[in-house]
């Protein structure tokens, strides 16, 4: 449900409901009743949660698993390491996945 991935990815981003709210500009009440599916965020607001998280709309609303990261304003060769960071990453997990059967 949108409250558990919410929390979730707050969680993961080492935030406590009162950081979270005050980078949203709500109250830490309105997180709370997020994460415990009392309400549900606005539509305005879904776009601020995937923005802040790197995720996208579909993946809050668990229509889509993808997520993204920012990379406007690096260069070619910024972008490229970061890629390759990735795929040294995925890598290293696969061959730690593979270990373990």
């Given at each position: 449900m949108l409250?558990?991935?919410i929390k979730t990815l707050r969680l993961s981003h080492n935030l406590?409901?009162?950081?979270?709210?005050?980078?949203?500009?709500?109250?830490?009440?309105?997180?709370?009743?997020w994460e415990?599916?009392?309400?549900?965020?606005?539509?305005?607001?879904?776009?601020?949660?995937?923005d802040f998280f790197s995720v996208t709309t579909d993946y809050l609303l668990e229509l889509d698993n993808r997520k993204f990261i920012e990379i406007t304003g690096?260069?070619?060769t910024q972008l490229a390491h970061i890629q390759q960071i990735i795929k040294d990453i995925t890598a290293a997990s696969d061959k730690k996945g593979s270990n373990l059967s």
């Open positions: 409250g558990d991935i406590n409901q009162v950081q979270l709210a005050k980078s949203l500009n709500v109250s830490k009440q309105t997180i709370s009743n415990n599916n009392n309400i549900l965020p606005s539509i305005d607001m879904l776009i601020k949660l995937s690096l260069t070619d």
